[in-house]
């Protein structure tokens, strides 16, 4: 009965046939030695079938056992769920996207010679999942037969800093979570262990914040957070953006707008496609982790898989991209990423966001004070499915400038890729700019649709004589529907936090860094430095 519900609320066809069979703590020698834990998910029979691997440091029990096991088994995929090293009985240490090229090219070499198996491997899963997938599928001889690509990208390393800063509020909840996740009762709910989790953000210096989190050191937060100057490539062996382009096997994609990675796997889809992939993607209004998404990712991914696996077709959908327009309540489909658009400034203008252009005038100025930064709302995070919120209390600070346009004489819809230039000037070369577009409904709420941030030091590629810095940041891409009456509004901010490390404002590596100096801001909007958001405009 629960199997039933359980396909019933997946929207998957009713399983036919017997009942897979588990097989549970197979070992999987590696080539150093040592052995990883693997389930094996089988309907009964002696003949050999083709097997989909899925590698995960989150252990092999519970919704990961039911949800990519058993669910997966029943609707005739013989699933292998494999526990990386180091993790839940594994052998080794974790340390997080290292040697999941080593294992997971073992553990394919290894699933070819099984009698079980055909010779035919496909990948699957969601975030790390889908990094032990990219860190594969690439470097094999014999080419996988296909890649489900959750929520994830082919590097991490642009959302460990994104902008070039620390991701502070992700990398400290990620660090906390596959701590303890091993201990008793790391499973339920634990009000207190986040209200923990959420103060150790604060923790001066970073370095310090897994044990104020969770009472001991987590190895990927020193390590992430230790690594996290320019010119430091201990992160270079976790990137395989580079060999995207020539992979050949079949890839589908899922992910959200609000998702930590939706930047990346964007990236990922467009070098597939231009290099002539046929990859599939579809992108809806959710989170990282969001339940609401757990549908589309699971039977996107039984479907393709048994497409590419059984020649079963019919789950397909024709159009490769699938897009969900927020603010509008529909689904769009489109042949390209991004769709072909009307790339538009709007610029910013004292107080106001206009497309005629910038005015003369003086430039704005704030004070970002690492002793009480600007704080962080919404977006996408892993600690919980923030996604858009009320900036109420963000844009009542003085530290904070905002643009606001005039309200729209019609819906406008904006879907691709988003981008500002904005010039600056801080007095001590050092500082953050957050650029954040939001939505200003008719009772005045601002909502923040999509932003982006880069990191400034003395000496920034685009700074003039004047130390005027002409800064080029990259928001997340969107599609999204502004209502006719709604306005649009840039907030321009030297920080949010905890979601990206506060600047000190000394220089001074994150890892150590404690004290800290307020920095004085200009944002620049006149002729001679216009600053502007480009918007991509769909008149589809």
Not at 144 to 171: H, K, Q, R, W
Not at 374 to 392: A, E, F, W, Y
Request: charged content about 20%; proline content about 8%.
């Amino acid at each position: 009965m629960l199997d039933r519900l359980l396909d019933r609320f997946l929207g998957l066809p009713p399983a036919e046939g017997p009942a897979p069979v588990a097989t549970k703590g197979i070992p999987v020698p590696m080539s150093d030695g040592v052995r990883l834990l693997a389930d094996r998910y089988a309907v009964p029979g002696g003949e050999p079938r083709p097997v989909v691997l899925i590698r995960t440091p989150y252990g092999r029990k519970g919704v990961m056992g039911k949800i990519f096991g058993e669910t997966f088994a029943r609707h005739g995929l013989q699933t292998v769920l494999q526990s990386t090293r180091g993790t839940f009985g594994s052998g080794g240490e974790f340390r997080p996207f290292h040697l999941e090229k080593e294992d997971g090219l073992d553990t394919v070499a290894w699933l070819r010679e099984q009698p079980w198996c055909d010779g035919r491997v496909a990948m699957a899963g969601a975030s790390y999942l889908g990094h032990t997938q990219w860190a594969v599928a690439p470097y094999l001889d014999e080419p996988l037969e296909a890649l489900c690509l959750g929520v994830t990208a082919s590097e991490f390393v642009s959302t460990f800093y994104p902008g070039g800063i620390l991701a502070v509020d992700n990398m400290v909840s990620w660090s906390a979570l596959i701590g303890r996740q091993e201990g008793r009762f790391a499973g339920l709910p634990n009000p207190w262990q986040t209200k923990k989790t959420r103060q150790a953000m604060a923790h001066l210096p970073v370095s310090g914040a897994d044990v104020a989190a969770i009472g001991e050191q987590v190895r990927f937060l020193q390590d992430v957070s230790g690594h996290a100057e320019p010119g430091d490539d201990f992160w270079a062996p976790s990137d395989h953006s580079a060999e995207v382009a020539a992979l050949t096997t079949p890839v589908t994609m899922v992910t959200g707008w609000y998702d930590l990675f939706i930047s990346a796997q964007l990236r990922d889809f467009k070098e597939l496609a231009a290099a002539g992939r046929e990859p599939r993607i579809t992108v809806g209004p959710w989170a990282h982790g969001e339940p609401a998404s757990l549908k589309t990712l699971i039977t996107d991914q039984i479907g393709f898989l048994s497409a590419h696996l059984h020649g079963d077709s019919a789950p397909l959908r024709q159009a490769p991209v699938r897009l969900y327009l927020q603010g509008a309540g529909r689904w769009l489909d489109f042949e390209t990423w991004p769709p072909e658009s009307g790339a538009t400034p709007y610029f910013l203008r004292p107080g106001g966001l206009s497309t005629a252009g910038p005015l003369e005038a003086k430039p704005g100025t704030f004070t970002f004070d690492p002793a009480d930064p600007t704080p962080s709302v919404g977006g996408p995070l892993l600690s919980g499915t923030q996604k858009q919120r009320d900036n109420k209390a963000v844009e009542e600070r003085r530290d904070v400038l905002l643009f606001t346009g005039d309200a729209l004489e019609r819906d406008l819809d904006v879907i691709g890729e988003v981008s500002a230039l904005v010039h600056v000037r801080t007095d001590l070369g050092h500082g953050d700019v957050f650029v954040r577009l939001c939505d200003v409904d008719g009772r005045g709420v601002s909502r923040n649709v999509t932003d982006g941030v880069l990191r400034l030091r003395p000496g920034s590629p685009g700074s003039d004589e004047d130390g005027v810095v002409a800064a080029e940041v990259r928001l997340d891409p969107t599609a999204y529907r502004f209502r006719r009456g709604h306005r649009l509004r840039l907030q321009v901010a030297g920080g949010a936090f905890p979601r990206f490390a506060r600047n000190h404002g000394t220089g001074e590596p994150v890892f150590s860094a404690v004290d800290g100096k307020p920095s004085r801001f200009e944002i620049f909007h006149d002729p001679a430095h216009p600053s502007a958001i480009t918007l991509p405009v769909f008149s589809g």
